[in-house]
């Protein structure tokens, strides 16, 4: 089979060039693994929250100045950045989902554990604040699901009480849940959303307003709407105050919601979605990868004019450590990687760890090496560059956006 585009990664990255590539008319095609970190996100996109060895609350892109120059952001440049990153509402809407916030400056989006942190790009049904101003509520019901044991409201009450803001805790309990609770490892916000539909919606919802009487705002675990936003709507309405949601421990509902948004759009556009598969490697002529072979389809290549390899680090099994070495599984791309296993880390845990700039490197085109050598047709995005600690800048959602918009836009045109 032969396509203009091959994206190696089913996850947020690869989604996204997928979906830019088909909107431009190439053949493409997403080969994908399965789940991917999507399913672990918190409905927030980050871009910096850290620069500099300060925190990015107000304008994070008038912080890039003081990142490496090799980091991703500083590669594509902030001017460009912001074109890129410009288009992520209209796609993520054009994948049915609600988003609000602005290049400009960082709101606070609430944690499961009652933390505010700086988000640039928030689900439209998700706690968020706006930065350097009172919080919007005096009184609030942290409502829980009976028996539900990833929801902790003593922490976000902890949270929001420093803040002023008086908080009830309740838990509400419907019979349509009840087949769930046989085994507490049914009970799970993505099996619960599944149930949480129609009249067991209403049902939740007159619930929820018993407890909700005198409160400003419900906030409850994201348990609903994991194929549309129509059960959200529905509770919504049927409670007489606003109702807002935080993520839950994995697999979170916006992530799983999400990656199936965007993979449907993708397909919509008529690209092809390769599920469950993997790419165990390729063949290369003169610099350039020809074609790549997958463990489902066994001799039977697929060939393609260009090729982008988004298989996340070390959580999504982009980079394999083992006891002596770091390294690339696929095609076996050149690393950023320096001395040997005692060099990786540092004693003091919550020290930066050397490990989580380790990544794949790259010419300016995000093109990768091997052997010394660039290929010329394969480009590499997100979680598995060089360069940048995702979890210390608060920057991964972010990289990985610009870098698969930043691909994408160079091999369409």
């Known amino acids: ?15 996204v060039s997928a979906i830019e590539c088909a909107r431009a008319g190439q053949k493409t095609a997403v080969v994908s693994a399965g789940q991917s970190a999507l399913h672990f996100w918190s409905g927030s996109f980050e871009l910096l929250g850290q620069a500099g060895g300060e925190t990015v609350i107000d304008r994070p892109l008038d912080s890039l100045d003081t990142l ?8 594509i440049g902030s001017e460009r950045l912001r074109t890129l990153l410009s288009k992520v509402p209209g796609m993520l809407s054009d994948a049915g989902l609600k988003s609000a916030g ?14 505010l942190k700086p988000a640039w790009l ?4 998700y706690v968020a604040f706006e930065a350097g101003k009172p919080l919007p ?26 803040r002023g803001v ?40 007159a619930e929820v307003n018993k407890v909700a009487k005198g409160m400003d705002a419900v906030i409850m675990p994201a348990v609903l709407g994991i194929y549309s936003d129509a059960p959200v709507e529905c509770l919504r309405k049927g409670v007489d105050v606003p109702v807002w949601f935080v993520p839950t421990t994995p697999a979170s509902v916006p992530g799983v919601r999400c990656q199936l948004s965007l993979r449907d759009l993708f397909i919509r556009l008529g690209g092809e979605f390769l599920p469950g598969d993997i790419v165990k490697g390729g063949e290369f002529e003169k610099n350039r990868l020809r074609r790549v072979y997958t463990v489902n389809l066994g001799d039977m290549p697929l060939e393609g004019d260009n090729f982008i390899i988004s298989t996340g680090s070390f959580f999504g099994h982009g980079l394999i450590a083992d006891i002596e070495r770091i390294y690339e599984p696929v095609f076996g791309l050149d690393l950023n990687v320096k001395g040997g296993r005692t060099e990786w880390y540092r004693k003091d845990f919550y020290a930066p760890q050397p490990y989580m700039e380790y990544g794949v490197t790259t010419d300016k085109e995000f093109r990768p090496s091997r052997k010394g050598e660039t290929i010329e047709n394969l480009y590499a995005t ?15 959602a972010g990289i990985t956006l610009a870098t698969a918009l930043h691909v994408a836009s160079r091999i369409t045109g």
């Open 382 to 396: 997100g979680a598995l560059l060089a360069g940048f600690n995702a979890l210390k800048e608060g920057s991964g």
């Open 166 to 205: 008086e908080c009830k805790m309740a838990a509400v309990n419907i019979p349509d849940l009840d087949t769930l609770r046989k085994s507490t490892t049914e009970m799970r916000a993505t099996n619960m959303s599944r149930f949480l539909t129609d009249s067991a919606v209403d049902r939740l919802a």
């Open 122 to 125: 928030t689900l439209g049904d």
């Open 137 to 162: 509520w005096k009184k609030v019901a942290l409502v829980n699901i009976y028996s539900y044991l990833d929801f902790y409201p003593r922490f976000l009450a902890y949270g929001l009480e420093k």
């Open 1 to 15: 089979m032969r396509f203009d585009t091959i994206i190696i990664g089913g996850g947020l990255s690869g989604l």
């Open 68 to 75: 490496p120059e090799n980091h991703p952001y500083r590669r």
């Open 102 to 115: 602005s290049l400009d400056r960082n709101h606070l989006r609430l944690t499961p554990l009652g933390f």
